[in-house]
């Protein structure tokens, strides 16, 4: 579980990063938690994008998302959500 002040700080880093997932009509496949699952590897900290209509179903997909990847939810704002899972190797350093 993240701090806030680290949370605070990942969204400070999330600002400027662009999505690197997409959900778009085909909904939360595998094959689409696959990419999740691997950008968190490499990356630590990922945007997705949800392109669901209401907002508690993009909220379930979220959560859904963090559950199945293990990962903390960073922020979520309109259709982009934002994950943080520490790699085996980190590259993101907190104060």
């Known amino acids: 579980m993240l701090s806030e002040k ?5 969204r400070k ?3 400027h990063r662009k ?3 997409i959900i778009g009509q085909h909904g939360l ?3 689409v938690m696959a990419e999740i699952d691997q950008a968190l590897s490499v990356h630590e900290l990922v945007k997705v994008r949800i392109n669901a209509g209401e ?3 993009r ?4 959560d859904r998302i963090a559950q ?3 990962s903390d939810v960073v922020q979520r704002i309109g259709h982009i959500g934002t994950f943080f899972r520490r790699a085996d190797k980190p590259k993101i350093e907190f104060n």
Do not use: M, S, Y
């Open 6 to 10: 680290h949370r605070k700080q990942l």
């Open 13 to 15: 880093l999330a600002h």
């Open 19 to 21: 999505v690197i997932v």
């Open 29 to 31: 496949t595998d094959n």
């Open 55 to 57: 907002r508690e179903e």
């Open 59 to 62: 909220n379930a997909l979220i």
């Open 68 to 70: 199945q990847t293990h």
